[in-house]
Antibody, heavy 123, light 107 residues
Framework: EVQLVESGGGLVQPGGSLRLSCAASGFTLRSYEMNWVRQAPGKGLEWVSGISSSGSSTYYADSVKGRFIISRDSAKNSLYLQMNSLRAEDTALYHC????????????????WGQGTLVTVSS | DIQMTQSPSSLSASVGDRVTITCRASQSINNYLNWYQQKPGKAPKLLIYSASSFQSGVPSRFSGSGSGTDFTLTISGLQPEDFATYSCQQSYITPHTFGQGTKLDIK
């Protein structure tokens, strides 16, 4: 079965750090551009960060740029998100998702998602 | 960034009903519009990409339409498993922004 499983969430104080992990099974992560998407309580989905299939290019939302670092480990078939200088507004359920290009590289969409790991930033 | 606005934010309906959810982009996105379904505690699920193309395995009661700035998701003949939150996403320009979601619940 193709699936993504996130881990590493928890309660952290403002200014603290957390490292999220996303483990893939049933498919090879290195074939895909991978992303983190979060959903704050009562809010819509928000794209957070992405990394190219090779790992050479990374992308960040302005809201996390300079604080979060995305990385991947092909040997472990895993994706990571290092979150530093956490703020209350980073409180959310964090999903990893693979980006696929449908219809011959024409239309990008997130086609495989994990259930998410909850990050709570509070004192 | 492109802003995506969904309406309504919530919707009550009965099994068998036909419902329509609207998504509007702040600028033209051609047909680079995706729809996702979310259920509590579950991974989001891609339903439709490029405004009207079905992801594999999605029932035919779901349909999408639109181009430019205005898009719709229609569910014809609601089934119990369809009560969920639906979100649109533009994939025309990065960041690929989402709408705020429409929660569909049972009347």
């Amino acid at each position: 079965e193709v699936q993504l499983v996130e881990s590493g969430g928890g309660l952290v104080q403002p200014g603290g750090s957390l490292r999220l992990s996303c483990a893939a099974s049933g498919f090879t992560l290195r074939s895909y551009e991978m992303n983190w998407v979060r959903q704050a309580p009562g809010k819509g989905l928000e794209w957070v960060s992405g990394i190219s299939s090779s790992g050479s290019s990374t992308y960040y939302a302005d809201s996390v740029k300079g604080r979060f670092i995305i990385s991947r480990d092909s040997a472990k078939n895993s994706l990571y998100l290092q979150m530093n200088s956490l703020r209350a507004e980073d409180t959310a359920l964090y999903h990893c998702a693979s980006l696929n290009y449908f219809d011959g590289s024409g239309y990008p969409a997130f086609d495989i998602w994990g259930q998410g790991t909850l990050v709570t930033v509070s004192s | 960034d492109i802003q995506m606005t969904q309406s309504p934010s919530s919707l009550s309906a009965s099994v068998g009903d036909r419902v329509t959810i609207t998504c509007r982009a702040s600028q033209s996105i051609n047909n680079y519009l995706n729809w996702y379904q979310q259920k509590p505690g579950k991974a989001p699920k891609l339903l439709i990409y490029s405004a009207s193309s079905f992801q594999s395995g999605v029932p035919s009661r779901f349909s999408g339409s639109g181009s430019g700035t205005d898009f719709t998701l229609t569910i014809s003949g609601l089934q119990p498993e369809d009560f969920a939150t639906y979100s649109c996403q533009q994939s025309y320009i990065t960041p690929h922004t989402f709408g705020q979601g429409t929660k569909l619940d049972i009347k």
